[in-house]
């Protein structure tokens, strides 16, 4: 019965996964994406929750959106300090650091 | 007495070198030859009381090599080989330490050349007077040290640079025989001392391994004495100064390769085919090397040829058991040889260091006592009757004929014993008689030289007029050598060839048929040319075997080994394949985000895999 949404937030997931890897865009696409993946597991835990009926999986959700709040806040603030030394956010440009 | 007349030439060696400075020129010279002479008054003690009285003495001083299977003692041991070689090494050498304060006066390392002078004494010493191999084997290698060092004293001629290092390579050959020989003795015999090895060798020996040392002996004695093969070294080695040749190529250092197998004779005794092998390559050196002497130009090469030839008497001695015979000529060569190149280093100071025959000539009249000098030696050498030569050379050629099928080693050095009368007055006749060719001022200023100088010849002049006839009975008669039965006429033949040579040298030489005039014509040009570069040894060495292992050195063992796989496999390749590994593992660090993304992904994927996958499976 909720195998349907199930599928859904593994296909979000996804989504999300593809978005990082295969973007060459810019940096806040790759924030987004990273929001989906945690977007898609939230909704991952509410479906087993109610699933196997066991509240765990709901206070782990709320937890994980405060987190993802916080991390979009961090991320957002490094990428306007990022973007005030570079001038630009592309994502093609951040490659400074070889190896 | 008898450890000091092997200490003593080392303690003059030892001041001379290492105090030389304090000594000063003079005085090295006259510590060193005070030393040698007191060794040869010893020595002559020791040849009166080991010889004359029959009394040998060993000496055993302390374990040298000690192990389960080998016990080596430092040991003397005085008999009567030892005692005559004492007695040549020690005459000759401290003559020629001697003339060397004469002829090398004025030179600035006066000292060092005493000083290798006496090391070579003691080296050949320590080697006729030890009573093992081993120890044996340190004065052999001694001597080819002070050889090198003193063919080499000249250090700034690259030609006696080059001359040593062949010596001393050419001589390693050899040497090599002799270590392998040694192990050989042992593996046989499980001991190397002379006194158990020739008592073990009665009987007990088997035929392959006694053949196999007494090769392997021969070979030894082979690079030393100069024989067929390895003889190329001893004529280059006339880059040294004269006195180094009397020392060490003619008297002393050369005897010891025949010195060895007279010593080994009870090991040689039990192999007819080794003393085969020893007579033929003896006789052939005599002949070859007679041959070529017929037409050097350089007075000293022409004598260190005749030095091969007479090396080869005493190896054929040797080869048909009459060791004491061989070591009788080895005496009297010793005092004729020392006294022939002692007074060509007179007639070479005499002449302002010319060594060319071409360039000689009429020296009689300014040098009549080195002319009488050189002809005494010659004589000696022809073999004239009652002199020194006489006695040793003719019953070796007496004692040849004896032989049934080893009879064609006589007609080889009887032919041989013409030709060096013929070089021998050829010698003299250029070098003294003949008219002379060289320069107006050298020829006017030609003197003889100063006390000390020729003090020494009248000496060697003595020693080789009377010493084979004083001798000549008690140096053999510690082998009993019958005399020959061979027919008077074949008695007689020495001589009588002997005389034709000479005779014939003088009449061509003089009679204007100079060798000069004759070189254009064809045959007789190429004669001359193959006698001149001596049958063509060196060349056909240089060519087909130092050059092919030359290349070989340089293409198998250094660029295709060494620097080819070696290197590729070891250091260059190692580090260069781990360099590259890291290179590439961090290329996979590229600076981008999402390339990051993916390997963690990956790696996330991968690790879930895994874990699941062990799970499950």
């Not at chain 2, 009248?458 to 008669?477: D, N, P, Q």
């Not at chain 2, 000069?516 to 040894?537: D, E, K, N, V």
């Amino acid at each position: 019965m909720y195998y349907n949404f199930s599928l859904v937030s593994l296909f979000l997931l996804l989504l999300g996964l593809m978005g990082i890897i295969l973007n060459r865009g810019h940096l806040i696409i790759m924030l987004m994406s990273i929001e989906l993946i945690l977007l898609a597991a939230s909704f991952l835990f509410l479906i087993n929750s109610i699933a196997s009926d066991i509240l765990v999986g709901q206070f782990f959700t709320i937890l994980i959106l405060t987190v993802a709040a916080a991390e979009s806040a961090i991320g957002l603030g490094i990428l306007v300090a990022y973007y005030r030394i570079k001038g630009t956010i592309a994502v093609k440009s951040l490659n400074w650091l070889r190896g | 007495m008898y450890l000091l007349v092997i200490l003593a030439p080392l303690l003059g060696a030892l001041s001379s070198g290492l105090f030389g400075r304090k000594l000063g020129e003079k005085g090295a010279g006259v510590f060193t030859s005070a030393c040698l002479l007191l060794v040869l008054s010893w020595s002559t003690l020791i040849f009166y009381e080991t010889t004359i009285n029959c009394s040998a003495t060993f000496l055993k001083l302390w374990r040298w090599l000690d192990s389960d299977l080998l016990t080596t003692f430092i040991g003397f041991q005085f008999d009567h080989i030892t005692a005559t070689m004492l007695i040549v090494v020690a005459a000759v050498s401290s003559f020629v330490h001697i003339f060397s304060t004469a002829y090398m006066a004025g030179d600035p390392h006066l000292p060092r050349f005493m000083s290798y002078l006496s090391l070579f004494t003691f080296f050949m010493l320590l080697l006729v007077s030890s009573d093992n191999y081993p120890q044996l084997f340190i004065g052999w290698e001694g001597v080819g040290l002070c050889s090198y060092l003193l063919i080499n004293f000249w250090i700034t001629r690259i030609e006696a640079n080059k001359a040593a290092i062949k010596a001393m390579l050419v001589n390693r050959v050899g040497d090599i025989g002799l270590v392998l020989a040694m192990f050989a003795v042992w593996g046989a015999y499980g001991s190397l001392d002379f006194s158990t090895v020739f008592v073990a060798t009665e009987g007990t020996s088997t035929g392959h391994t006694a053949t196999l040392i007494g090769l392997l002996l021969f070979i030894g004695a082979v690079g030393k004495s100069a024989q067929l093969g390895l003889h190329t070294w001893l004529p280059d080695a006339m880059e040294g100064p004269t006195p180094v040749s009397a020392l060490i190529h003619a008297a002393t250092m050369v005897t010891a390769g025949v010195f060895l197998l007279i010593r080994s004779a009870p090991l040689l005794e039990q192999t007819p085919l080794s003393l085969m092998i020893v007579t033929v390559v003896g006789s052939l050196t005599a002949f070859f090397a007679a041959t070529i002497g017929l037409v050097q130009n350089d007075l000293k090469k022409v004598i260190a040829y005749s030095t091969c030839s007479q090396l080869g008497y005493m190896v054929v001695a040797c080869g048909i058991s009459n060791y004491s015979i061989s070591l009788f000529h080895l005496m009297n060569h010793a005092f004729f040889k020392a006294l022939l190149f002692l007074s060509a280093g007179s007639v070479i100071h005499a002449v302002a260091d010319e060594q060319d025959m071409r360039r000689m000539g009429g020296l009689i009249s300014s040098t009549p006592f080195t002319f009488t000098m050189v002809a005494i030696g010659s004589l000696a050498l022809m073999g004239t009757p009652f002199l020194a030569g006489f006695y040793s050379k003719d019953l070796i050629l007496e004692l040849t004929y004896d032989q049934h099928y080893l009879a064609f080693a006589h007609w080889l050095i009887l032919f041989s014993a013409l030709l060096t009368a013929f070089y021998s007055i050829r010698l003299l006749y250029c070098t003294f008689i003949a008219s002379s060719k060289s320069k107006k001022d050298v020829f006017v200023n030609a003197h003889e030289g100063s006390w000390n100088l020729t003090l020494p010849l009248v000496f060697l002049a003595i020693g080789s007029i009377f010493v084979g006839y004083l001798t000549k009975e008690c140096i053999w008669s510690y082998e009993a050598t019958l005399p020959a039965i061979v027919p008077l006429f074949i008695k007689l033949l020495p001589v009588l060839f002997s005389f034709f040579g000479a005779l014939s040298s003088l009449i061509i030489f003089h009679l204007a048929l100079s060798d000069y005039q004759l070189i254009t014509r064809g045959g007789y040009q190429a004669a001359y040319t193959f006698l001149q570069s001596a049958w063509q040894f060196n060349y056909i060495i240089n060519n087909f075997l130092v050059k092919i292992i030359w290349a070989t050195g340089h293409i198998i063992t250094y660029r295709a080994t060494d620097k080819g796989s070696l290197e590729i496999i070891g250091p260059r390749g190692l580090s260069g394949s781990a360099i590259e590994l890291t290179r590439r593992l961090s290329n996979l660090q590229s600076g981008k985000i999402f390339n990051y993304a993916l390997i963690i992904l990956i790696g996330v994927g991968a690790y879930i895999i895994g874990t699941v996958g062990t799970v499950y499976l």
